[in-house]
Every structure is written in structure tokens, then in C-alpha cells.
């Protein structure tokens, strides 16, 4: 496995980021390419072929690219033809940077597949999925706002083979309160990325209001700081040594991708992940010997 970092949690300027995770240590990036000076719709060929060379002058791999575009994800039908034009355009901006991995949140799954919602999503990620299977890229459907079983089964209705998951643990240990090895488990042959995140479960809380709030960014209906808080990675709730050692036993190889949405000091917070998951993968590797 590799340790990549997500280049938002940085809170520096691109190129700033850059040299800051060649510094640390990290092996790769990952970077939102929804915003910023990097999105399709805004960027240059000039602009994306001198940040393919910093990030090779650097020994940084582009790990994968973040395709959140916010909101609702792929709830609401007459938002989808623009967010799915959109993400069409960030998995050809992916494959251009030589990553076939871009990751996105979509929204929430209903537990009830006759719901309308599901019925959107299912329409969405369906094309979203035969999308990336011809362009030989995967959109990785990331973790945290339905149960690790209700997401693999919506992955194999859509037809699972241009759709993935990126793992973020937390998500589903804060949001779900479920144990994150046994999700891992439910999913693992889906996975293509991890995001390496630590927090805890205060007390339970509804999801579909948790993901509301963050796509309103109204908080005024819920206090997530009563329900959950991210924390530094190794000191939550995850217990990431433990699933380093399942991604191993089930032959993951990919990124161990840090990102960090909360806290004061993240360079701080992030550079300790760096060492945190070198340091568990050296102890993996001579348990294993």
C-alpha cells in the first residue's frame, strides 16, 4: 500500500501543496478537481501538462482526482444533466493526468429501491457508470451516508463495472456507528481507494439529515459537533491498525489517501498521519514475515 494526500486538507496554494506532501513524505496526491484552478472547465492544457511534470519532477503520483461537486450528489433529476456532463468531464481531465480513479460523494441511497430517489441515483450512476467502464476509468462512490451493504447492492444494480468505492472509515464509523473492518469486508472488492481518516460516534444520528445539512451548509437543524467529530488519525474510533491488516489479507495495494476536514492545525495533523501509517505498515509487514 501507498500513503497519498488529499491536497484540500492542506490549506495551501497547489503548488505549495505539492512540495509540502513531497516533503512529508507522501507518495501521492489527490486533489479536488471540482474546484480550484485544476477543473476541466476552467483549466488549460498548458496549465494541466506543468502539473503533471511538477507532480513527476516531485516523485508524486496522482493518485486519484476528488469529482464532489456538492449539494445533493445525483439526487435531484434536474440538477443531473449538468452534474453528470460535469463528471464526465473530470474523468476525461483523470485519464488526461493518468489516474483512472475519480472519487465523488452521490448522495444518499434510500434503503427502499422503489423510492424516487433511488430511482434517480440508479438512472444517474447507471450512465455515470457505463461512462467510466468505456473510457477505462472507475467513479469510486465514497462511504458514509448508507450502511456498507445498501452500497454495494445499489454498485451492482447500476452494473458495478465503471463504479468503485472509495473506503473512508470514518464516515461510516461517525456517521453509521458500525465497525469498520466489517464494512470494509462488505465492500472490498469495490474498493480502489482509501481515505485514511480517524473519528468517534458521540451519540446516533439521522444520515439523510447529516448530508442535508452539508449540501444546504445549514446547520441550523442539526448540530454534527453533538453527533460525531473527526479526529487526527490514530486517535479515533477506526482502529486503523486493524484495518490496515484487513485491506492487506485482502490483497489491497492501493492508496492509504490522508485527508483531513477538520482541526485547527491540519499540516500538523496530516504530516503525524503521514508517520502514524508508515509506521503501521512497517509493523504489517514484519507481522507478517
Given at each position: ?28 496526491i489527490q486533489f479536488y478537481a471540482s474546484r480550484g484552478p485544476l477543473t476541466p472547465w476552467k483549466s488549460t492544457a498548458e496549465a494541466r ?48 493526468l493518468g489516474t483512472p480513479i475519480v472519487t465523488t460523494h452521490i448522495g444518499v441511497i434510500p434503503e427502499n429501491n422503489r423510492d424516487p ?106 448540530d454534527i459537533n453533538d453527533c460525531f467529530e473527526e479526529l487526527p488519525l490514530g486517535t479515533g474510533n477506526v482502529n486503523v491498525p486493524r ?47
Amino acid at each position: 500500500m501507498k500513503i497519498g494526500v488529499l491536497l484540500d486538507s492542506l490549506q495551501l496554494e497547489l503548488y505549495q501543496g505539492l512540495r509540502w506532501a513531497a516533503d512529508h513524505g507522501a507518495q501521492g496526491i489527490q486533489f479536488y478537481a471540482s474546484r480550484g484552478p485544476l477543473t476541466p472547465w476552467k483549466s488549460t492544457a498548458e496549465a494541466r501538462k506543468t502539473f503533471s511534470r511538477t507532480c513527476a519532477d516531485l516523485g508524486l503520483e496522482i493518485a486519484s482526482l476528488c469529482g464532489d461537486l456538492g449539494g445533493y450528489g445525483f439526487e435531484r433529476d434536474d440538477d443531473n444533466p449538468r452534474r453528470i456532463e460535469q463528471t464526465h468531464q473530470i474523468i476525461d481531465l483523470a485519464l488526461e493526468l493518468g489516474t483512472p480513479i475519480v472519487t465523488t460523494h452521490i448522495g444518499v441511497i434510500p434503503e427502499n429501491n422503489r423510492d424516487p430517489t433511488y430511482e434517480t441515483l440508479w438512472r444517474a450512476l447507471s450512465e455515470l457508470s457505463q461512462y467510466a467502464e468505456k473510457s477505462g476509468a472507475v467513479l469510486a462512490i465514497e462511504t458514509g451516508p448508507e450502511p456498507a451493504e445498501r452500497l454495494a447492492s445499489f454498485i451492482q444494480a447500476c452494473g458495478p463495472k465503471g463504479l468503485g468505492v472509495n473506503f473512508d472509515p470514518a464516515n461510516l464509523v461517525m456517521v453509521q456507528g458500525c465497525d469498520a473492518v466489517q464494512a470494509f469486508q462488505a465492500l472490498a472488492p469495490l474498493v480502489v481507494q482509501v481515505h485514511a481518516k480517524d473519528g468517534r460516534r458521540k451519540k446516533p444520528c439521522d444520515p439523510k439529515a447529516v448530508y442535508a445539512a452539508f449540501a444546504e451548509n445549514d446547520f441550523s437543524t442539526i448540530d454534527i459537533n453533538d453527533c460525531f467529530e473527526e479526529l487526527p488519525l490514530g486517535t479515533g474510533n477506526v482502529n486503523v491498525p486493524r484495518l490496515i491488516d484487513a485491506l492487506e489479507r485482502f490483497g489491497y495495494t492501493g492508496y492509504l489517501t490522508i485527508e483531513r476536514e477538520a482541526g485547527k492545525d491540519r499540516l500538523t495533523d496530516v504530516a503525524q498521519g503521514i508517520r502514524f501509517l508508515e509506521a503501521g505498515l512497517s509493523n504489517s509487514h514484519r507481522g507478517r514475515k
